[in-house]
């Protein structure tokens, strides 16, 4: 009988209110999984861990097809996007499961690849989590992470209200068990896990123009004042209604200053098990 203690619980902060998912729509595998693309040819398996919207997922079923993907995530209804988003793209080789990131056996094993998009940032043991993704690895197989490291992003121009956003979303995120600053720490949680070959890198998400910054401050407004993320902060008792929705009204006048800027830095790792 295994006898291992499950990691503690963790609470995801953005939940899943529709400006969350609209913000994960908007990825890709080319502006999200950058440092994994070289590394992909057709026929490769891939197991991806925190599917979410499936948009990555499936973009890597593409590019891998016949070989199989499979998006795994803990919430039903992403199982049932990433679904449905196959099943629209007309990409047979991708299924989705429903399972947890410590324990991937609901997906099967044996994989080339195991990738995780802005996933380990909400787990209270990350390492424990990438032990399991290195053992969902087949011979010679491939653990590849990327998170934002919260902390790092900056902005221009300053904003007081950006800078409380910022403070407020980082002791949310601890106070769920997560860990907001996760982009620095990949590196030592992989050597931790008994990762080897570590390779650790940086890449960004940029927002420039004005239909970017519209999009990215609208997206974080309605996220303060609708989503999980604002309901719990309040029910942590770390802000309240009032503040939410100055924080919002902050968010949407700084994204319609000229010469507004805004990047997101994150760490991406490479490594074998």
């Given at each position: ?14 939940g899943h209110h529709a400006s969350v998912l609209r913000s994960h729509r908007w990825r890709t595998a080319e502006n999200s999984a950058a440092h994994l693309l070289p590394h992909l040819r ?96 087949g011979p010679d197989g491939l653990v590849a992470v990327r998170d934002a490291d919260y902390a790092a992003m900056t902005w221009y121009p300053e904003d007081a209200g950006l800078s409380r ?109």
């Amino acid at each position: 009988m295994d006898t291992t203690p499950d990691p503690p619980a963790a609470t995801y902060s953005h939940g899943h209110h529709a400006s969350v998912l609209r913000s994960h729509r908007w990825r890709t595998a080319e502006n999200s999984a950058a440092h994994l693309l070289p590394h992909l040819r057709p026929g490769l398996r891939l197991l991806d861990v925190g599917s979410g919207a499936g948009t990555i997922t499936a973009d890597l079923a593409a590019l891998l097809a016949p070989g199989e993907v499979v998006g795994l995530d803990s919430a039903a209804a992403a199982v049932e996007a990433t679904t449905a988003l196959a099943a629209e793209r007309g990409l047979p080789n991708l299924r989705a499961v429903q399972g947890s990131a410590y324990d991937l056996a609901a997906a099967g094993g044996g994989f080339d690849v195991v990738h995780a998009h802005q996933v380990l940032q909400h787990l209270a043991d990350p390492v424990v989590a990438l032990r399991a993704m290195a053992a969902a690895c087949g011979p010679d197989g491939l653990v590849a992470v990327r998170d934002a490291d919260y902390a790092a992003m900056t902005w221009y121009p300053e904003d007081a209200g950006l800078s409380r956003w910022l403070e407020l979303y980082r002791a949310v995120a601890r106070a769920n068990g997560g860990e907001p600053d996760a982009g620095r720490r990949l590196a030592g949680w992989a050597r931790d896990a008994g990762l080897r070959t570590v390779s650790a890198s940086a890449s960004v998400w940029c927002f420039a123009t004005p239909e970017d910054l519209g999009w990215w401050s609208t997206t974080w407004a309605e996220r303060l004042t609708a989503s999980a993320f604002g309901r719990q902060g309040v029910e942590l008792g770390l802000t309240d209604a009032g503040e939410l929705d100055r924080l919002a009204a902050a968010w949407r006048a700084w994204g319609q200053r000229d010469g507004a800027w805004f990047a997101v830095l994150h760490g991406d790792l490479l490594a074998r098990p």
